[in-house]
Each structure stands twice: as C-alpha cells, then as structure tokens.
C-alpha cells in the first residue's frame, strides 16, 4: 500500500483529502505544523507528499526545499495563491505540481495516481541499465538517475531528470510544450503546462554554462524545445 504524507494545517481539509485518498487505497498520515511534517517526512518512509504553502512555524516552500536535499519522490504543492511567481518558485524547488486551492478531492486523487504512476514507471524501466547518454562534458546516468557536467554531479529533481533524459534520449527532434508535459508529467488533460518553461530554465541554470545562450536544450520560438548533441 503507498503511503502518503499530507503536511496541511487546515484539519476539516486535511482529513477530507486523507478521506478520499484512504477510499482509493492508500495509507496516509497527517500533519499540521510545518518542521515537523518535516521531521516526519524525512524520518518515514513515504512514496509521495502533499503539501500546502501556508504552515505554521515553517513554510512549504522551505519543506520543498529540505526534501529535495535528501528525497526523490513526488511532492504535490498546494496554495490559495494563485500568482504565477509562487507557482514558479514553488516547482523550482522540485516541486513536482501546484495545485491552486479549491479544487475537487477527485482532481487530487487523479494527479496524486497520475504521478504515482509517472515515478512507478520511470524507476521500473531504468531498473539494471546501464546506459549512459554522453553529450559535450554532459553525462546522464540512467542506472543511477545522476548527472554529471565536466564530471561534477549536479543535483536534478525527479521531473528535471526526466525531462533531460526525455530530450537527450530524443535528440535534434523540437517538442512543443504540450508534447513535453504528456511525455513527462503523462497527465495531458490536468495540469499546467507552465511547468514545462520552470523546468526548462532550471535546467539550463544547471547545465548550461551560459543559460542565455544554450548549446544542450534550445528554444525553437513558435514551437518549443529541442536537445542538440
């Protein structure tokens, strides 16, 4: 059974969500205070968090952010905000979605199965590969699911790292920003596509020695992204 943290100090739409996802099969815990969902999230095993912007004595965006240091797993960010800047920073962090409060508890449901299912799937076809995709000092281990520019490692998030994997393994193809979120988010009928722009330009920060001037993912305009080797 997959176990699911929600980190939500709203107790009437904590539980209400705990409801739902409990219906659909899965095991979840609550909790209301933001450091110590925190402590919570790191000491226990789960396979995807919930977690809302607004907490008390921690907010989710530092949560986001401690999680990533140490977890891969699908984190699920919920708000009452609905500007764009807060979606960005929020899927910046490593966030994986951004939910904009209200939304329906079968609308959380489907996207907390969606990514399940996106990470499942992922994790399964890199199980015993060893392939490497090479490309001008970049290096993406698929077995490990690391990076590596001029041999450092850099840090990708779960979407990152698939992102860039999708592309590099699709090289000199462009993607428009629909066909990128279905191949990598598998979720084309709930969602935001802006995520698709965040990812992008986090990793090109990353890997890119000047993200102004690319030479790995480059924008067609009018169409979308392509990966050049």
């Known amino acids: 059974m997959k176990r699911i943290l929600i980190i939500e100090d709203e107790v009437t739409i904590a539980e209400l969500q705990r409801d739902y996802l409990e219906i659909n099969g899965f095991s979840v815990d609550i ?5 110590i969902g925190l ?29 990533r240091k140490e977890q891969d797993i699908p984190i699920l960010m919920i708000s009452a905000k609905k500007e764009d800047v807060d979606k960005i920073r929020g899927l910046g962090l490593g966030a994986d979605d951004y939910i904009t409060k209200p939304f329906s508890p079968g609308e959380l449901v489907a996207r907390v199965k969606a990514h399940l299912a996106r990470y499942e799937r992922l994790s399964g076809n890199n199980k015993g590969e060893k392939e490497e995709i090479k ?16 041999e450092k490692e850099v840090t990708l998030t779960t979407k990152e790292f698939d992102l860039l994997t999708f592309l590099a393994s699709n090289p000199n193809r ?13 979720m084309d009928s709930i969602g935001d596509i802006a995520t698709v722009t965040v990812h992008i330009r986090k990793l090109r920060e990353k890997i890119e020695l000047v993200p102004s001037n690319p030479q790995y993912i ?11 080797i």
Not at 31 to 35: E, I, M, N, P
Not at 49 to 62: A, N, S, V
């Open 174 to 186: 462009v993607y428009t920003k629909e066909e990128l979120f279905d191949k990598v988010w598998g």
């Open 135 to 150: 490309v001008r000092g970049l290096t993406i281990d698929k077995s490990s699911r690391r990076v590596y520019m001029n």
């Open 218 to 228: 480059h924008t067609i305009w009018g169409v979308g992204y392509r990966f050049e």
């Open 31 to 35: 909790q209301q205070q933001g450091d």
């Open 39 to 67: 402590q919570q999230a790191k000491k226990e095993k789960y396979d995807l968090i919930i977690l809302d912007l607004m907490l008390p004595r921690m907010d989710g965006f530092e949560i986001c952010k401690e999680i």
